[in-house]
């Protein structure tokens, strides 16, 4: 049974930091590409990066330069390091595994950013 299991969601107050994690189970990590995407009140799921099982990365626009994707293949882990947070980033996070034509997700960890 795959399993994707984020964690690292919280309140955070503007220009502040954090890093969710999403640990996999019950595939063969190493092959996905993995990602993240979020979904804020009243707004469609929305990418917001990605990385391949060779380490290529993509961000969304509004993240690059702030949030930095990375994968430990010996923990079945990959981490979103978010840094310069903004209101608008607030927004439920989503781990996805996509590979062998099956797409999984998590469901999703809470990040608040607010003052």
């Known amino acids: 049974q795959v399993q994707l299991v984020e964690s690292g969601g919280g309140l955070v107050q503007p220009g502040g930091s954090l890093r969710l994690s999403c640990a996999a189970s019950?595939?063969?990590?190493?092959?996905?590409?993995m990602g993240w995407y979020r979904q804020a009140p009243g707004k469609q799921r929305e990418l917001v990066a990605y990385?391949?099982?060779?380490?290529?990365?993509n961000y969304a626009d509004s993240v690059k330069g702030r949030f930095t994707i990375s994968r430990d293949n010996a923990k079945n882990t990959v981490y979103l390091q978010m840094n310069s947070l903004k209101p608008e980033d607030t927004a439920v996070y989503y781990c996805?595994?996509?590979?062998?034509?099956?797409?999984?997700w998590g469901k999703g960890t809470l990040v608040t950013v607010s003052s």
């Open positions: 019950g595939i063969r990590f190493s092959i996905y590409v």
């Open positions: 990385i391949s099982s060779g380490g290529m990365k």
């Open positions: 996805s595994a996509g590979g062998n034509g099956m797409n999984y």
